[in-house]
């Protein structure tokens, strides 16, 4: 894993006292926020123990532990009728594979899973998440190109209530947080979804790119406010991206992580532990 900025804080300060003010920098630069750098700070701060590297690791690896969720592995299907997961988040963030890669881990613990291909406007993405529900072995409904998207969400939970399905998975397009009108058409695919259940969407999830630091939880802020987001998906873990941000979007924000990808293969993805995080940044 690529976070990796506690390690790089023992290195930074080997053999040498810690300097508040190059911590601080340093906490902050690892997308871990203002808010969660003064947690720990202020952690330091109160210790009667000698400030050393070492310290800080065991300070930072224990207030983190706290903010992250315990337990994400709850993703039960609902006694009657479809649970309906929407997926969202901006170009580039691996959000189409992302679904794929969640109904492979539905399908692998039994589940029956249905696909929406509701990106009706990105160039191959309907083609790309039916290439992907080939290779499942899942159903999948889908409109032509500039299709309305909440008219597709609605045709699928129809479909995926008459057959039984346990999961509909709904891929939607990508789309810039800051944009007003991209993101109300979201609104109307929960509304659409909701003519058919009140209670759905069950599961906004928003997919972020580990290598996008703080821009993250911007994303994150607009979203939930625009959809009413349930938890984030963290992508490209293997990559250069450092995982901070979904720290500081659990704290400000509380959304918790429910799944983590680190790879290509649609093995490379997971429900999402917090320990495991942890300890792996070192």
Known sequence: MAFTFLKSLVQRFAGRPVDWDELEELLIRSDLGVPMTTRILDQ?????DKLTAEKVVAVAREEIVKILPRDTHMLR???DRPKVILVVGVNG???????????HLLKRKGHSVMLAAADTFRAAAIEQLEIWAGRI??????????????????????AAAARNIEFLICDTAGRLHNKANLMSELSKVCRAIGKSDSTAPHETLLVVDATTGG????QAREFKEA???TGVIVTKL????????????????GLPTRF?????????????????????MM
Request: net charge negative.
């Open 93 to 103: 963030t691996g959000k189409t594979t992302s679904t794929a890669k969640l109904a």
């Open 137 to 158: 072995g899942c159903d999948i409904v889908k409109g032509q190109y500039n299709a309305d998207p909440a008219g597709v969400c609605h045709d699928a939970y129809r």
């Open 260 to 280: 983590s990808g680190t790879g290509e293969r649609l093995e490379d993805f997971e429900f999402f532990e917090a320990r495991k995080f942890v300890e792996q």
């Open 44 to 48: 330091l701060q109160a210790s009667p």
């Open 227 to 229: 959809t009413g987001l």
């Open 215 to 218: 821009n993250a939880l911007v």
């Open 238 to 253: 293997d990559g250069s991206g450092k995982g901070g941000c979904i720290i500081s979007i659990q704290n400000e924000l």
């Open 77 to 79: 299907p609902l006694p």
